[in-house]
């Protein structure tokens, strides 16, 4: 089993890939948007997907999507063929494509809105928050894409505050600075323990 980014090579699974997605969402009855095999060839064009690979058998895909002028990524499509389910490769391949996201974007913020369980427990191990949509983008072709979702009625009756899916966000700047900020609070205390030490000796002299 292969997990690679996908390029020019792997279009002839580009129709298998739209097909898997949409007999997903008959079998678990959920919303997700439609995708053409000239969508799916295009990410693959540009470097932009991941795709698992059994010799030559199509096993599971997953896509970047970039939105607000690069200010949001998504990960979205995340599939599996039948026959490959419950093997971990879902995990794999969102672990793969999510490294991909932040190593090609490294200012973006990643964002899923996904009605899966299974997807928003693999989203939460890699660090996403659950959200608002108001904090995701609000790039209107994004939107616009959820018009084949049968739950789009949902998002418009709403205006467009909630919907069926669960909104998550994965900051990574964010991240950076919580951390920066604890790095540097457990220095100041090792200071002050070092000060507070050489205090004591300098007392009991």
């Known amino acids: 089993m292969e997990i690679v980014i996908a390029n020019k090579s792997h279009i002839k699974y580009a129709e298998i890939i739209c097909e898997t997605i949409a007999e997903s969402a008959k079998?678990?009855?959920?919303?997700?948007?439609?995708?053409?095999?000239?969508?799916?060839?295009?990410?693959?064009?540009?470097?932009?997907?991941?795709?698992?690979?059994?010799g030559d058998v199509f096993a599971g895909f997953c896509y970047i999507e970039l939105w607000g002028h690069g200010k949001f990524v998504a990960n979205s499509g995340l599939i599996v063929h039948p026959n490959y389910r419950g093997k971990g490769l879902a995990k794999k391949i969102k672990h793969k494509v999510f490294e991909h996201s932040r190593t090609?974007?490294?200012?973006?913020?990643v964002f899923s809105i996904t009605t899966g369980l299974a997807v928003m427990k693999l989203n939460s191990d890699l660090g996403y928050k659950p959200v608002t949509?108001?904090?995701?983008?609000?790039d209107q072709t994004f939107w616009d894409g959820c018009q084949t979702c049968?739950?789009?009625?949902?998002?418009?009756?709403?205006n467009r505050k909630m919907c069926l899916c669960t909104g998550m966000l994965y900051d990574g700047k964010s991240k950076e600075k919580k951390e920066s900020k604890k790095i540097k609070e457990k220095v100041?205390?090792?200071?002050?323990?070092?000060?507070?030490?050489?205090?004591?000796?300098?007392?009991?002299?």
């Open 27 to 54: 079998v678990r009855g959920t919303g997700i948007a439609k995708r053409t095999p000239e969508y799916i060839s295009t990410k693959m064009e540009n470097g932009n997907a991941v795709i698992a690979i059994d």
């Open 104 to 109: 090609k974007f490294p200012d973006a913020k």
């Open 133 to 138: 949509f108001s904090e995701l983008t609000d």
């Open 150 to 158: 049968q739950n789009y009625d949902v998002l418009t009756r709403t």
């Open 188 to 205: 100041f205390k090792r200071l002050k323990h070092i000060k507070e030490t050489m205090f004591l000796k300098k007392d009991k002299k």
